[in-house]
């Protein structure tokens, strides 16, 4: 391939990694296991082993704009607004073993296509996904319980979403303006449903 090429974006899956994600330890700044920054400029990442969370902003309009992420099996939270405004990312790839992910942590990632989001997680919180312009598919475990306001609000192209087993709560506004999503299956032992969660 071309150096400096990206190829397309594998299914979302931890089982099939891409081969050509880059690891650089020297573009991170890390303390204590907390990822600080990123300073690298490869189209498909690697974070590094070891990193138990990524704080708040870090990669927030991040003017490297990584197309693809892979996160370490080490990974056990993402800090709110983390990748908020990455404009070019277009997947994650997410360890299962991850327990929590802040709010408007992915907001406005508005070239991700797809979400297989991990069993380690309990909630989705507000406004997580909100304005993924292009995600289509979304596929929740059945450890997620609830998912918050506005999570995926103003995704307009989202046509499916798998709801886990265990979801027990849908905040308000949870898929406002998802004009896309036409048919849904609610779980059995779902207990709320907040105010205009599925406006159009």
């Given at each position: 391939?071309?150096?400096?090429?990206?190829?397309?974006?594998?299914?979302?899956?931890?089982?099939?990694?891409?081969?050509?994600?880059?690891?650089?330890?020297?573009?991170?700044?890390?303390?204590?296991?907390?990822?600080?920054?990123?300073?690298?400029?490869?189209?498909?990442?690697?974070?590094?082993?070891?990193?138990?969370?990524?704080?708040?902003?870090?990669?927030?309009?991040?003017?490297?704009?990584?197309?693809?992420?892979?996160?370490?099996?080490?990974?056990?939270?993402?800090?709110?607004?983390?990748?908020?405004?990455?404009?070019?990312?277009?997947?994650?790839?997410?360890?299962?073993?991850?327990?929590?992910?802040?709010?408007?942590?992915?907001?406005?990632?508005?070239?991700?296509?797809?979400?297989?989001?991990?069993r380690g997680l309990s909630r989705i919180p507000e406004e997580c996904f909100s304005w993924c312009a292009v995600l289509q598919s979304v596929t929740?475990?059945?450890?997620?319980?609830?998912?918050?306001?506005?999570?995926?609000?103003?995704?307009?192209?989202?046509?499916?979403?798998?709801?886990?087993?265990?979801?027990?709560?849908?905040?308000?506004?949870?898929?406002?303006?998802?004009?896309?999503?036409?048919?849904?299956?609610?779980?059995?032992?779902?207990?709320?449903?907040?105010?205009?969660?599925?406006?159009?």
């Amino acid at each position: 391939k071309p150096e400096g090429k990206v190829p397309p974006v594998p299914k979302v899956s931890r089982r099939v990694l891409p081969a050509n994600a880059v690891c650089r330890p020297q573009d991170y700044e890390i303390f204590a296991g907390i990822l600080k920054a990123y300073n690298g400029a490869d189209p498909v990442i690697r974070v590094p082993d070891g990193v138990t969370g990524i704080l708040d902003e870090t990669f927030e309009y991040c003017s490297n704009d990584p197309e693809v992420i892979v996160l370490p099996d080490s990974l056990q939270l993402i800090g709110n607004n983390a990748f908020n405004g990455c404009g070019n990312l277009r997947a994650v790839y997410f360890p299962d073993t991850m327990q929590s992910i802040g709010e408007f942590a992915f907001s406005s990632c508005r070239s991700l296509q797809t979400l297989s989001l991990p069993r380690g997680l309990s909630r989705i919180p507000e406004e997580c996904f909100s304005w993924c312009a292009v995600l289509q598919s979304v596929t929740l475990p059945d450890g997620i319980g609830t998912i918050g306001p506005g999570a995926f609000s103003w995704c307009q192209e989202l046509k499916t979403i798998d709801f886990g087993a265990g979801l027990k709560t849908i905040g308000a506004d949870a898929f406002s303006f998802c004009k896309n999503l036409s048919t849904i299956r609610l779980p059995a032992g779902l207990q709320s449903i907040g105010d205009t969660a599925f406006l159009h």
